[in-house]
C-alpha cells in the first residue's frame, strides 16, 4: 500500500506509505489542521473507553484524540499493516500498545472502540475486515467509520492514484454494518463543500497531493462544510458511520 489511504485531497500532505525513508522522518506539515480539527469534532463523542485505531499510519488523528476533551480515551492501541508506520508509530506513542493488522485477519485486542478512518474503502474483502474488527470490539462497544461518500465521485484518481475500491452511500453502510451483527446509531453524509470541491476541483487535478491544493482546501472548504453539515445535507464527499456491538 503506498500514499492511498487518503481521500482526493490527502489530509496532510506527505503522508507517504511504500517510502520507509520518508515514514521514519514524517512530520506534520500543519496544511491540514482545519481538516484534523473537523474529524475530531466530528468523531471524538464517539470514542470512549479502550480504542484501537486501525490503520493508525501517522498516529496524527489518535495524538487529537487523546488531546481532546471529548474523547474519553483510556488506552489506546494503535494498528497499521505497513512495518514501517508501525516503526514510526514506536516512535511516536512509546507508551501506548502497537499491533500488527493486515485486515481481514484476526485482531489480537478486545476494546470498547474501533475506529476505522480511510479503511473499509481500500480492502477487497470489506465484509471480512467487518468480522475481523466486529469480534475485537466488546459488548456494549461500538465501531466508529469515517469513509468516502458519494459514489457519484469516484473516478480514475480514486481508482488508479489512491487505490480506493469505493465510496459508500448510507443505506450500503448500515446494510454492511447491520450484516455484520452490529446496531447502526449514526449513518450520515457530511463535507457536502468538500464533495463540490471534488466534483468540480480534484477530478481535473493532476497532482491532489500539491501541498497548495491541501492548503486551499484546508482553510476555504473545511470551514465552510463544517457549518453546512448543520444542515444535514443528502450528500457529502465523506461518511460517518456509529455501530454499537449488542450487549451480551
Not at 32 to 37: D, S
Not at 59 to 86: F, P, Q, Y
Not at 169 to 190: F, M, N, Q, S
Not at 208 to 222: F, L, N, Q, S
Amino acid at each position: 500500500m503506498h500514499c492511498q489511504s487518503r481521500e482526493a485531497v490527502w489530509p496532510t500532505s506527505g503522508d507517504c506509505d511504500g517510502e520507509p525513508e520518508r515514514i521514519l522522518g514524517w512530520k506534520s506539515t500543519g496544511d491540514a489542521r482545519r481538516y484534523r480539527g473537523y474529524q475530531v469534532a466530528r468523531l471524538a463523542r464517539y470514542v470512549k473507553g479502550s480504542v484501537l485505531d486501525v490503520g493508525a499510519k501517522t498516529g496524527e488523528l489518535s495524538r487529537l484524540l487523546l488531546a481532546s476533551r471529548r474523547a474519553k480515551i483510556d488506552e489506546l492501541v494503535l494498528s497499521d499493516r505497513s512495518t514501517d508506520w508501525l516503526l514510526h508509530l514506536e516512535r511516536a506513542f512509546p507508551d501506548e500498545k502497537l499491533i500488527y493488522l493486515n485486515l481481514p485477519a484476526k485482531v489480537r485486542a478486545e476494546v470498547d472502540t474501533v475506529l476505522a478512518v480511510n479503511v473499509l474503502g481500500f480492502i477487497e474483502d470489506e465484509e471480512g475486515a467487518l468480522r475481523s474488527l466486529v469480534e475485537a470490539i466488546r459488548p456494549g462497544g461500538r465501531l466508529v467509520i469515517w469513509e468516502a461518500g458519494c459514489p457519484a465521485l469516484y473516478s480514475g484518481f480514486d481508482r488508479e492514484k489512491a487505490g480506493r475500491l469505493r465510496r459508500y452511500t448510507r443505506k450500503d453502510l448500515t446494510g454492511k454494518l447491520e450484516a455484520a451483527g452490529l446496531e447502526t446509531e449514526v449513518c450520515r453524509p457530511i463535507n457536502a463543500l468538500g464533495a463540490i470541491f471534488n466534483w468540480f476541483v480534484v477530478r481535473r487535478m493532476s497532482d491532489v497531493g500539491d501541498p497548495r491544493a491541501v492548503r486551499i482546501y484546508d482553510r476555504t472548504v473545511v470551514p465552510v462544510s463544517r457549518l453546512l453539515d448543520h444542515l444535514r445535507l443528502p450528500f457529502g464527499q465523506n461518511i460517518i458511520a456509529v455501530a454499537k456491538m449488542p450487549e451480551a
